[in-house]
């Protein structure tokens, strides 16, 4: 997609170390030809298949399903309902954590949103299962369903996101305001979105009397199984979960989903495996969403630019039987230096399913209204959108005032602008059409995603023939995480990569934390790292205590580990194989044991987060209000880059999903029925191909030395922020029209927006 060279690491990280090398995927050829099993390609002996009936009103309760016809068609061999549904030992509307969340598993006859499930058909055949959950014809006693995010009553929560603070502010944004020489206050519109990952949810489970084996696509591993532990009531080690291959999870696969719990309770119902499959369709209520936002933005800057005051606050709305608020505002807390900044967060209650986290929950949906309000108030200001944003350059982090850990967005500007030719931008609106007379334009936005870590645990072992092993239950959903692991494990144990054994994406295996926020090569790597790093410290106790070793008395601190040895840091020339050194200590292997999370001490000393800056061009046709995005360039400063092939393919799916917030993604929820009704991936439009134009992702060198021990921030969500901005900025740029509804469409251009 772009002839920019693979940035590498310097020749000294290089050394001996796959770490910063362009490695491809390990499960490339195992994708494109077919041979990686998903979860749904399992089929255990005497496997039934289920089908779900969900609702087709929003709210009110089921009052009559017709069993005795499912029962009845040919290969049906069960209707679960609330009336035979499996007991479960756990409330599965309880919450005890912010990452626990509420679901539909038939407890009762009550519908509390569209394409909620209410029934599950077990069958010989998908065939039947499905012909069968069709017989069912529900009927209803339906109400009123609340789906007007205008028309519902407001209440401020109490958290949001996964518990953070609704409101914060610092300074006094009413005076910075007050004295400000220029003023904006605009709001932004953000649609539901929904993930729509290419691989629907998916299970196939089997019990062997209290013991469960599962598989099903999962961000978190370990989450997920302590999640079924409470609800079926079994130790956790009772219960296997496999999830080698995700075809993509962007969130929606990070927790436990009312389906998953329905296949177990499935298979549970009629003592056979069962397998259950959601319809696309169906993904549109059970399994999450991005809840759409209003965001008011109120900006004040003095004569010169400097921004006075920055005022952020989201309107948006969760389930009427849930909390999960989209923590929109929040976009604001670490961006630009204002000596005032206040954020705030409302929600209505719709008879919707829970929104989830969703590829960059908050960050996407605010950077675009910042990103947007930035470029507005450069444009008042008779600024530079580019030369605004490094007026307003935050030295600090200006919420909390702590020093980042690293920061390198002002060479991402630089690199980014260089290449893309920002220099010769006209600053009006309008001014540039190609050959064939479409408008062009120029956008530009920043990118900022926080490093976060969660917590992880890894196993290492070197063997009697010198090969190693590294196991972690770690999530590859398509990112490239097992490659990207499987090279710091190389490096922690000093082995050529193709002597190290990687086994991953299994519950059995230590947690290897949740692959969410952007975090996971962060928290898996740290724990692989240190696991690596406790298996070579014993192995060096070995040699080093033993008299009949060239590394005798060098002490564990004197050697390093390369290639399968250990050589004396003082004298190269002095080396011994991890091979004989185990034959004579006659031991077949030696293991250890580490963990990854966020140091407490750089966490409450410094502000950690990973920049870009996106510059985009668009053309618009001016007879037909069409709009495509023909050129991206990114400039991305994420801390060490573990392989540069894979963090900038995740550069370019957070490019195109900017592109897609901007330009394309939007579920419409019907006013009157409270049903999604482009519930499918031909009116829910995502990119193609033919959406995206050559993107260009550059890496910018940064090194933290706070973030963690190998200095890693997470690539995975950053390049949707920025990105989103850039494109709605491009299009005002070259029409005039200022976008304040998403995503932008032809009719918006053409007059008429709606
Ligand atoms: Mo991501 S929305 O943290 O899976």
């Not at 220029?182 to 949810?201: F, L």
């Not at 670490?334 to 719709?350: D, G, W």
């Not at 991936?681 to 090194?703: F, G, K, R, T």
Request: proline share 7%; glycine share 10%; aromatic share 6%.
């Amino acid at each position: 997609m772009s002839d920019l060279p693979l940035t590498r690491a310097p020749a000294h990280l290089r050394q001996g170390s796959s770490i910063g090398q362009p490695v491809t995927r390990h499960d490339g050829p195992l994708k494109v030809t077919g041979a990686a099993r998903y979860a749904a390609d399992h089929h255990p002996a005497g496997m039934l298949h289920a089908a779900l009936a969900v609702s087709s009103i929003a709210r009110g309760r089921v009052s009559f399903l017709d069993l005795p016809a499912a029962l009845a068609h040919p290969g049906v061999v069960a209707v679960m309902t609330p009336a035979n549904r499996p007991a479960l030992a756990e409330d599965p509307d309880a919450k005890t954590h912010p990452f626990m969340f509420r679901m539909d598993v038939l407890q009762n006859d009550r519908v509390r949103y569209a394409n909620q499930p209410i029934a599950v058909v077990i069958a010989e055949s998908l065939e039947a299962a499905t012909e069968g959950a069709a017989l069912l014809a529900p009927r209803y006693e339906a109400e009123a369903a609340q789906a007007d995010l205008a028309a519902a009553e407001v209440f401020t929560p109490p958290a949001v996101g996964p518990g953070h603070p609704a409101a914060m502010a610092h300074g006094d944004t009413a005076a910075g305001l007050a004295a400000a020489a220029r003023r904006i206050s605009v709001t932004y519109e953000t649609p539901a979105q929904y993930h729509n990952a290419m691989e629907p949810h998916a299970i196939v489970a089997a019990w062997d009397g209290d013991r469960l084996a599962i598989d099903t696509p999962t961000q978190g591993l370990a989450m997920l199984r302590g999640r079924l532990a409470g609800l079926f009531g079994l130790p956790a080690e009772n219960i296997r979960i496999r999830s080698p291959f995700l075809g993509g999870g962007f969130g929606s696969k990070g927790l436990a989903s009312g389906p998953l719990v329905l296949g177990i309770l499935a298979a549970r119902l009629v003592g056979r495996p069962v397998k259950l499959v959601l319809r696309r369709e169906q993904m549109f209520g059970p399994v999450g969403h991005r809840a759409p936002t209003r965001q008011t933005l109120e900006l004040g800057t003095d004569a010169d630019g400097a921004l006075t005051a920055l005022r952020h606050h989201t309107l948006t709305a969760t389930s009427a039987f849930d909390d999960f608020i989209e923590p929109a505002s929040n976009a604001s807390h670490a961006l630009y230096a204002s000596p005032a900044i206040a954020t705030s967060h409302a929600a209505v209650r719709l008879d919707t399913g829970t929104p989830m986290f969703m590829r960059a929950p908050g960050e996407a949906p605010g950077s675009i209204a910042l990103e947007s309000a930035m470029d507005e108030m450069a444009e008042v200001c008779g600024m530079d959108p580019l030369e605004f944003r490094l007026k307003n350059y935050a030295e600090t982090e200006p919420m909390s005032g702590k020093p980042f850990s690293s920061k390198a967005l002002r060479e991402c500007y630089a690199q980014g602008a260089a290449r893309f030719g920002w220099a010769g931008r006209p600053r009006a609106p309008r001014q540039m059409r190609d050959a064939a007379g479409l408008l062009v334009g120029w956008g530009m936005g920043t990118a900022i995603f926080p490093a976060l870590m969660f917590q992880g645990e890894a196993r290492a072992t070197i063997r009697r023939d010198g090969s190693g092993m590294v196991e972690i239950a770690a999530s590859d959903m398509g990112q490239g995480a097992w490659t990207a692991l499987a090279q710091i494990a190389a490096d922690s144990l000093g082995l050529d990569p193709a002597r190290l054994d990687f086994r991953s994406g299994s519950s059995d295996l230590p947690d290897g934390g949740i692959a969410g926020g952007s975090a996971h090569t962060a928290t898996a790597g740290a724990a692989i790292h240190a696991a690596g790093a406790e298996t070579i410290a014993r192995l060096a106790a070995l040699a080093t205590a033993d008299g009949r070793s060239p590394l005798y008395g060098a002490g564990n601190a004197g050697v390093i580990a390369r290639d399968g040895r250990l050589f004396r840091r003082d004298d190269e020339n002095r080396s011994e194989s991890y091979a004989d050194i185990l034959a004579r200590a006659g031991l077949a292997e030696i293991a250890g044991a580490g963990s990854g999370a966020m140091e407490p001490a750089a966490q409450a000393g410094y502000a950690m987060h990973a920049h870009g800056a996106v510059f985009a061009e668009v053309k618009v046709d001016p007879a037909l209000g069409q709009i495509r995005a023909t050129r991206l360039v990114g400039a991305f400063a994420a801390g060490r880059i573990i392989n540069p092939r894979l963090v900038r393919s995740q550069y370019y799916g957070g490019m195109i999903w900017g592109v897609s917030f901007a330009l394309h993604e939007r579920a419409v929820l019907d006013k009157r029925s409270g049903r999604v009704i482009n519930a499918n991936l031909a009116d829910y439009h995502v990119p193609v191909n033919a959406d995206i134009p050559a993107l260009e992702a550059m890496l910018v060198e940064e090194h933290d030395p706070h973030v963690n021990a190998l200095g890693i921030k997470g690539v995975g969500e950053i390049a949707i922020t920025g990105s989103a901005g850039a494109v709605a900025n491009a299009v005002w740029h070259a029409t005039g029209y200022r976008p304040r509804h998403f995503p932008i469409t032809p009719d918006h251009l053409l007059g008429a927006p709606g």
